[in-house]
């Protein structure tokens, strides 16, 4: 009964322990992708909104910050690419 009583509650509580580590860790690691994701499909969506923009408006294929042309391979790759290659550099370091 000494034994049982020592042994149950310690071997209860070390799984309970262990489970709700390893749960919470997944589902934050989860929350985190889902999250990162959510944001990422959120401004790609925001993103072909205004390439669909620039398309009706006639301006499509050119950067929206300096106006020159987009690379057609730059278009194929990243079809809704607002800047060109030298003015998306520093946005994306900033
Ligand atoms: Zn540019």
Same mark, same amino acid.
């Not at 390893?22 to 992708?33: H, L, P, Q």
């Not at 993103?47 to 923009?53: G, M, P, R, Y």
């Not at 301006?59 to 809704?80: D, F, M």
């Given at each position: 009964? /000494? ?10 509580? =070390?799984? =309970?322990?262990?489970?709700?580590? +390893?749960? +919470?860790?997944?589902?934050?690691? /989860? ?7 959510? *944001?990422?499909?959120? /401004?790609?969506? *925001? ?9 009706? /408006? #006639?301006?499509? #294929? *050119?950067?929206?910050?300096? #106006? =020159? ?26």
């Amino acid at each position: 009964m /000494e034994q049982l009583g020592a042994h149950d509650p310690a071997e209860a509580s =070390n799984l =309970n322990f262990g489970k709700r580590i +390893g749960d +919470g860790t997944t589902y934050a690691v /989860e929350r985190m992708t889902v999250a990162y994701q959510a *944001r990422t499909l959120y /401004e790609t969506v *925001r993103e072909i909104d205004s390439a669909l923009l620039r398309l009706r /408006e #006639g301006t499509y #294929g *050119r950067c929206t910050s300096c #106006g =020159n042309p987009i690379p057609a391979a730059r278009l194929e790759l990243v079809p809704w690419a607002a800047l060109c290659v030298p003015c998306s550099a520093p946005a994306r370091r900033a």
